[in-house]
């Protein structure tokens, strides 16, 4: 089988990068966190739980303030079969990931209170896609598309998509490959984060639930400029990346 590779390569400025508040007072935001965000009564995370606001519900910024930068596990570790270059399969663990943030205050329905920022988003949440490779037609159900641009050879496809909320797509593919690039503006890497992970986590638990539980995704790499994700196969890898005020997401892989 022919390797493949799916390549999000992260730069980071500085690990502060994560924790600044891409947001703006009377901003409405997406729930991001799986099991419910927590809407507090002060700006702590140890502080008294008013509510737990669910999956995919819809908040508003009331008020952001300089306040301690948090740190929260986002993704935990797991076991996986990595397969190296020469075909054999070793358990390994991968590593953790760890997102900063800080907390803001927010309004939800009738009430208010303090939530952290690092699990909350613009981005509408992944509710009916499980692949990675179906970023693109997330972008085209939760925002429509405005315009495609296609061209073509014996050998090669070339494709540009704008999406409604300005989000670009270009598509290179040759037969066997393809080369996917997503080009997004006015999130910060924690929102293309969540957006990225999301998919390899609901992945990850489609793979739980089957009989032959092969082919997860973990945390291969982490250093001060670059996150890399492999799938347990070897056959794909994962990366997502910030330069100024756009974010970069590249896929690429077998068709």
């Known amino acids: 089988m022919k390797k493949t590779g799916i390549i999000f390569l992260l730069i980071l400025i500085s690990t502060n990068i994560f924790a600044k508040i891409n947001f703006l007072q009377n901003d409405s935001l997406y729930v991001w966190a799986e099991n419910g965000l927590n809407l ?11 509510r737990t606001i669910k999956f995919g519900e819809l908040i508003y910024v009331d008020s952001i303030a300089d306040s301690k930068t948090f740190e929260v596990e986002f993704i935990k570790k797991i076991k996986v079969n990595h397969i190296d270059d020469n075909i054999f399969s070793k358990e390994r663990e991968n590593y953790s ?5 800080q907390m803001i205050k927010v309004r939800y329905k009738d009430t208010e209170g303090y939530v952290f920022s690092g699990f909350i988003s613009k981005l509408k949440p992944v509710k009916e896609f499980t692949s990675l490779i179906n970023l693109k037609d997330y972008f085209e159900l939760e925002y429509g598309l405005l315009k495609k641009i296609e061209s073509r050879t014996d050998f090669k496809y070339f494709g540009q ?3 409604k909320n300005g989000v670009n797509c270009y598509i290179n593919s040759s037969p066997g490959s393809f080369d996917t690039t997503f080009i997004l503006f006015n999130i910060s890497f924690n929102e293309g984060l969540l957006l990225v992970y999301s998919f390899i986590e609901r992945t990850n638990n489609i793979i739980d639930k089957a009989t032959n539980s092969r082919g997860k995704w973990y945390i291969n790499a982490i250093n001060d400029e670059q996150i890399s994700f492999s799938e347990e196969y070897g056959m794909y890898n ?18």
């Open 238 to 255: 994962a990366g997502i990346s910030k330069n100024n005020d756009l974010i970069f997401i590249s896929i690429s892989g077998s068709n």
């Open 97 to 101: 990931y760890s997102i900063n943030g």
């Open 161 to 163: 998509l704008i999406y």
């Open 40 to 50: 507090r009564e002060k700006p702590d995370l140890n502080s008294k739980i008013i």
